[in-house]
């Protein structure tokens, strides 16, 4: 039998581009990965009938009330006791006083979710129901998922993968547990089924998210029957002076109007409650 005759080798299937990880990984195919993030997310609050959002922002550093508590009172302690470098307990006193401050927003936050799933979960028709949205990690986001979990209803967590890995919070509902890694692609979802947006005191990430939706609304990008809510009056008006913003001619008078401050949950949940009744029911 000559060579050319002989049965060749069976030959090895070749890979489906769709399933290709090296592929999908690499820079080429960023488009498919954004698609992926746009419209698989979709999918599932379709699936789970999800068609109106309340968000919460705010720090990832804020700590529950009992856990900040418990490191005010041992660092208090140790200062009074002055075991140990007497500069380093004063920082870990001023830090230790400064989070059992801030634990007020994680209570609150968790509060106010509680107070306005406990509320939606009454509406009769399951799609006019509002449900909360965090980025899905510690602090105020935790605060927001934990609140809705207490009222017995689902809520959706945002994650984001970051260089150091923010842990998801164990209160999200898992089937509406995301994972980004497109930042862009994140605050569409944050803001495309948002009725009402409530930042709590944050960092860059909730200026971030919060100036983003502002600049939306003030421009008519998007449609401007959302609610804002800055929760925590005396951090607002702190660090950001929006009446100098006025006097400088940077923005307009009425722009004031796209936001509303509020320093108690039921001032805020009635004002949430008002609005979404008024404008999306």
Request: proline letters at 6%; one cysteine or more; charged letters at 25%.
């Amino acid at each position: 039998m000559k060579r050319d005759d002989m049965m060749p080798d069976q030959p090895v299937r070749p890979q489906k581009a769709y399933k290709n990880l090296g592929f999908l990984n690499s820079p080429d195919a960023r488009t498919i990965r954004v698609l992926c993030e746009f419209i698989e997310p979709e999918t599932r609050f379709e699936r789970m009938n999800i068609q109106h959002t309340v968000v919460f922002f705010g720090s990832a550093r804020t700590l529950p009330g009992s856990e900040a508590s418990a490191r005010y009172a041992k660092a208090k302690e140790a200062l009074e006791q002055a075991r140990g470098d007497v500069d380093t307990l004063q920082r870990e006193y001023l830090q230790a006083q400064r989070a059992h401050t801030m634990s007020r927003y994680y209570e609150d936050a968790a509060a106010l979710s509680e107070r306005l799933t406990h509320w939606s979960l009454t509406l009769p028709n399951p799609r006019d129901r509002f449900v909360v949205c965090s980025g899905g990690g510690p602090g105020i986001m935790e605060a927001a998922n934990r609140g809705a979990k207490r009222a017995g209803g689902e809520s959706i967590g945002l994650n984001i993968s970051l260089p150091h890995e923010q842990n998801p919070n164990p209160y999200q509902t898992p089937e509406l547990a995301f994972e980004f890694h497109y930042f862009f692609i994140r605050k569409f979802w944050f803001v495309h089924l948002s009725r009402a947006i409530v930042a709590f005191p944050g960092g860059f990430g909730t200026f971030d998210e919060l100036f983003e939706l502002i600049t939306l609304l003030q421009t008519r990008k998007t449609p401007n029957n959302r609610c804002v809510i800055l929760y925590g009056s005396d951090f607002w008006k702190e660090v950001v002076d929006f009446d100098a913003l006025v006097r400088w001619g940077v923005i307009s008078p009425e722009d004031l109007d796209l936001f509303h401050m509020y320093d108690d949950v039921d001032t805020a949940f009635a004002h949430l409650q008002a609005h979404l009744t008024k404008h999306h029911l």
